[in-house]
């Protein structure tokens, strides 16, 4: 039986949809009315240990989604609780749904990723971590008046979209050979300009807006530090991930195909 915790999350729900015609899946999930529909239930939550003992008890694999809390604290003490029951219950195997860079730096956005990434390890447990980017979905570049604005200064995006990351995790919890490894999947590179000029539109680089995480973002994306590129994400999907480029193709197409004719 392969346990998902965090089920009623976009990701989860994605996961589940491609696992559920695979495998025996139990969805976790903190309240029962939330819960994707179509396979058993258990109710665990983050906050309550007891609650995801019994909620992983018997799981041959468990799928641990990382926590939304902000308070790193207090995430760490979630993720630390979830890996504690996994071992507290035995199960098979953990599969945790990481960040990258979580391997090497224990402080910001990755801390709780980092400490989690530890203490699974210290677990002794099988496992397998899938650090993944910043996810594509929030990222699309949207046409407005014309024209795509970003404050990235042109440079380029490592970003994936949740349904492939949703796949790769769904083949590594029902694959062979994943055990030990930890995979830093990354989607194809791609840039603001690089998407205008596919719709052919202007492209405009604009101050950042309020300060807060996508002003942090876009300066880490000028900094370059968004530019590093894997073979993992293709490799465990045996195909290579959806592109920003081909996806903002597909839902703009036929207005490109207008202005061509214009
Ligand atoms: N890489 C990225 O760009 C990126 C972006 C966003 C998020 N993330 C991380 O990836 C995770 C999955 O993403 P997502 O898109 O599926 O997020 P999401 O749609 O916001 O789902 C978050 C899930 O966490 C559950 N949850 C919240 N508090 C919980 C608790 N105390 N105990 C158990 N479950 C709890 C929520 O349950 P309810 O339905 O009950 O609220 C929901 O199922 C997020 O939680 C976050 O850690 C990564």
Same mark, same amino acid.
């Given at each position: 039986?392969?346990?998902?915790?965090?089920?009623?999350?976009?990701?989860?729900?994605?996961?589940?949809?491609?696992?559920?015609?695979?495998?025996?899946?139990?969805?976790?999930?903190?309240?029962?009315?939330?819960?994707?529909?179509?396979?058993?239930?258990?109710?665990?939550?983050?906050?309550?240990?007891?609650?995801?003992?019994?909620?992983?008890?018997?799981?041959?694999?468990?799928?641990?989604?990382?926590?939304?809390?902000?308070?790193?604290?207090?995430?760490?003490?979630?993720?630390?609780?979830?890996?504690?029951?996994?071992?507290?219950?035995?199960?098979?195997?953990?599969?945790?749904?990481?960040?990258?860079?979580?391997?090497?730096?224990?402080?910001?956005?990755?801390?709780?990723?980092?400490?989690?990434?530890?203490?699974?390890?210290?677990?002794?447990?099988?496992?397998?971590?899938?650090?993944?980017?910043?996810?594509?979905?929030?990222?699309?570049?949207?046409?407005?008046?014309?024209?795509?604005?970003?404050?990235?200064?042109?440079?380029?995006?490592?970003?994936?979209?949740?349904?492939?990351?949703?796949?790769?995790?769904?083949?590594?919890?029902?694959?062979?050979?994943?055990?030990?490894? /930890?995979?830093?999947?990354?989607? +194809?590179?791609? @840039?603001?300009?690089?998407? $205008?000029? &596919? #719709? =052919?539109?202007?492209?405009?680089?604009?101050?950042? /807006?309020?300060?807060?995480?996508? +002003?942090?973002? @876009?300066?880490?994306?000028? $900094?370059? &530090? #968004? =530019?590093?590129?894997?073979?993992?994400?293709?490799?465990?999907?045996?195909?290579?991930?959806?592109?920003?480029?081909?996806?903002?193709?597909?839902?703009?197409?036929?207005?490109?195909?207008?202005?061509?004719?214009?």
């Amino acid at each position: 039986m392969i346990a998902i915790s965090a089920a009623s999350g976009a990701l989860g729900r994605l996961v589940i949809s491609h696992l559920r015609s695979r495998a025996e899946v139990v969805a976790v999930v903190r309240d029962p009315e939330r819960a994707p529909e179509g396979v058993p239930v258990r109710h665990g939550d983050y906050d309550d240990p007891a609650s995801l003992r019994e909620a992983f008890d018997g799981a041959d694999r468990l799928l641990l989604i990382s926590s939304p809390e902000l308070d790193p604290t207090r995430r760490i003490r979630q993720h630390l609780a979830a890996v504690a029951a996994a071992k507290d219950v035995g199960v098979g195997a953990i599969v945790f749904t990481s960040f990258l860079g979580a391997d090497t730096v224990a402080t910001g956005m990755t801390e709780a990723y980092h400490a989690t990434e530890q203490a699974i390890l210290d677990s002794g447990l099988p496992y397998t971590l899938l650090r993944h980017p910043f996810y594509s979905d929030a990222f699309v570049p949207q046409v407005s008046s014309g024209e795509i604005t970003s404050s990235t200064g042109g440079r380029s995006l490592n970003t994936a979209f949740r349904s492939d990351l949703a796949e790769a995790a769904a083949n590594v919890l029902t694959g062979e050979g994943h055990w030990g490894q /930890a995979y830093d999947f990354t989607g +194809s590179l791609w @840039s603001y300009p690089e998407v $205008a000029r &596919a #719709l =052919e539109v202007t492209y405009r680089e604009v101050p950042d /807006a309020v300060p807060g995480p996508m +002003s942090w973002i @876009s300066a880490q994306v000028r $900094a370059g &530090a #968004l =530019e590093r590129q894997t073979p993992d994400l293709e490799r465990v999907l045996g195909r290579p991930a959806e592109t920003v480029i081909s996806h903002v193709l597909d839902r703009h197409a036929p207005q490109v195909l207008q202005r061509r004719r214009l």
